[in-house]
């Protein structure tokens, strides 16, 4: 989200980084998990334009089984191929012709792929500030490392000499 | 004095609680906001003879286009109100929060010289 330039990086010490660096991890699961969503939003659309090319003229009459619970259909006929009640959200719904819902279904797909393209893109952002908190930080700990090394090898050596 | 900070820290932690619950509440208005905008923005581009329908409870009522789109502005109107109050409210904590917590550094800084008058501030 925010744009931390290397120098203010190297500013933070270990800890800070890690911290930073579990905050961009869980930002990028909420991230994957709306793309996620998003995807299944738009599969369900094209769902839904499948089973409308089904609604043509010559399809009137035509027996159906329209389904009353989860595992008990009916046999009907197909009365209506003009007109479809699609929903908009927030509990409205619009009837439409089959055309007409068709076009809408398009217009929505189209709006859930721009949505998922733009958070793709967040989610790569993402992945490059992790990397480089990661590299800031294995570089810090090596640090931190020679350092320690390098202190006991001077302690050792004052101990030499006291002998 | 103990027990005084750490009734301070308990109360930091609150308003830190609060704070993400505000955040979560903040983040459902504004789903709730951006569904309705897209309702309102669907409802603009039916033609004035398009039929419309509200689900109410179990019922399916037939509804004027007008009256849908009065229904989503009016609800459009109430949830950003409530999304200016929700964020007046963060703001607040989140002041709060910063002011106990400078509070609380001081009170430590006291703690780690008790003899000396502290010099930092």
Not at chain 1, 83 to 97: A, H, K, Y
Not at chain 2, 47 to 63: I, M
Not at chain 2, 75 to 86: H, I, N, Q
Request: without cysteine; glycine residues 2%.
């Amino acid at each position: 989200m925010t744009n931390k330039s290397s120098f203010d990086l190297n500013n933070l010490n270990p800890l800070q980084l890690n911290s930073l660096k579990e905050q961009i991890s869980s930002e990028y699961q909420k991230y994957r998990q709306s793309y996620t969503q998003l995807l299944e939003i738009k599969s369900l659309y094209s769902n839904t334009l499948f089973s409308l090319e089904s609604l043509q003229p010559e399809n009137l009459n035509q027996p159906i089984l329209a389904p009353l619970t989860e595992s008990l259909y009916l046999p009907g006929k197909l009365t209506n191929v003009k007109s479809v009640l699609t929903d908009i959200g927030t509990n409205f719904f619009v009837e439409r012709g089959v055309k007409d819902a068709q076009e809408y279904f398009k217009r929505q797909t189209k709006i859930v792929e721009e949505k998922a393209q733009e958070v793709l893109k967040t989610m790569k952002q993402n992945e490059e500030s992790l990397k480089a908190v990661n590299t800031v930080l294995e570089r810090k700990v090596y640090q931190q490392q020679q350092k320690f090394v390098g202190q006991q090898q001077q302690q050792q050596q004052k101990k030499v000499l006291k002998k | 004095m103990n027990t005084d900070f750490e009734k301070e820290l308990r109360q930091l932690t609150i308003f830190q609680n609060e704070i993400k619950k505000l955040q979560t509440g903040q983040i459902d208005i504004v789903t709730k906001l951006n569904e309705s905008k897209f309702v309102l923005q669907e409802l603009k581009l039916l033609p004035k003879t398009a039929k419309v329908y509200q689900l109410v409870g179990p019922t399916l009522l037939e509804v004027t286009l007008n009256e849908a789109k009065e229904n989503v502005e009016n609800r459009l109107d109430l949830l950003g109100k409530e999304e200016k109050k929700t964020l007046e409210r963060i703001k607040e904590t989140q002041q709060k929060h910063d002011k106990k917590k400078n509070e609380l550094i001081a009170f430590q800084r006291k703690l780690m010289q008790p003899k000396n008058v502290p010099k930092k501030k």
